[in-house]
């Protein structure tokens, strides 16, 4: 009975692992750089991950069937030189914008945010300075 439940659980743990995506380029067929967008907002891998965010700042996450792009809508507001973004609509503004423009992003957290921005910054801001 043990032994059958454990091919059963290896099966089951077989199974979930084929299912992760792979963000490495060695899983890539195409061959092209992976990008992600944050929020309307093209970014390259080393970017993305340097932002630093966490599972309960992100809404919704998923991969796209077009490119090779990873597509992550995110709980933050956006402060885009010193503008307040906190819709879905007003973050498009981010769409426009050039990685190699961009001169800093930094993610504030949520109780320093509250502090700076009140309550549009309750889940956390996200501040990009870029040269426009």
Known sequence: MKKIIFILMVGFMTQVYAQNIHLSNSHNPTGKSISYIVDCLRLDRVTFFSIGLERSDIKRMRASNQEPMIVVTTNLAI????????????KQKLSTIYLADIEFIQKIEKEQSIELYGKKGKNGVLVIKYKP
């Open 79 to 90: 402060v885009l030189n010193g503008e307040l973004l906190s819709t879905s609509k007003e």
